[in-house]
């Protein structure tokens, strides 16, 4: 579905139009700690925005875009209030709030980690209203990255999904996951990634859908995949356990706290849930 936020690429190169975009009456601001976290209303289901008051940088001033024509902004400079984490809340926000959230952090995230030249060292200068840096010494323009990640709803043919999960994470289980590795496309290492983790050969696989995951700067593309093997090797230094469950045995798991399931905001409960009512796309 296509986000509600213009990000104004074919604007935003002019400072001047993106200056004047944060004089108007209808600008709102995200304020952001060093940690990219923010301030709420109603117990997280809205994000908590201020008219910009101050003088406009360029420096620190990250324009996100127009929100139904309304410009909305992203700076670092929260240093107080009860905070929340995109991770925590972003299943409780609107689409709209979730993809300004979204942009904020992962914008926040890479000017942060990245302000020097990868290519010379120089410290670069923000350009395109906080989506590219310029090196003044070298010429280049960097942009932020993202890192791809699969993630796989692994299904036997009995219909069974297979769960693991990491030592640290208690009793809570989840669908597969592991970066994209370079020169490698989704689909293979998903094959890789399967085939790494637990040992199980995979036949057919089926798109689901892609999460935003800048914690730092991931992207989750997450797909279904039918097994054709379903016994598990697991590789301990990825997984600590994994196992096939029906869909009433992981009710039962769950009913009797035995497991718990990845946090409401991930697509990895989005796809359990969608296997448990029925409508997996495979
Ligand atoms: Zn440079």
Known sequence: MASNLDRVDHHRSSDDWVAGLWRSEDARLLKLTATSEFTTHAGGTRLRMTKPFVEFDLQRHRLLGLLDGAPVFAVEALTEGEVRALREVGGLLSDDERDIAA???GISNWHRSEPFC???????VVINGGFARRCESCQHDHFPRTDPAV?????????RILLGGQASWGNRVSVLAGFVEAGESLEQAIHREVGEEVDVTLSDLAYFGSQPWPFPR???VGYFARA????????????AFADWYTRDELTAALAADKRGLPGH??????MIQAWRDGVAPL
Request: glycine content about 2%.
């Open 103 to 105: 942009a904020a952090v």
């Open 118 to 124: 990868p290519l010379c060292g120089t410290r670069t």
């Open 151 to 159: 993630i796989v709803a692994v299904i036997d043919d009995r219909d």
């Open 218 to 220: 991931s992207l989750m």
């Open 228 to 239: 054709v093997t379903t016994d598990i090797c697991l590789d301990l230094d990825e997984i």
């Open 265 to 270: 905001s991930s697509i990895a409960a989005r």
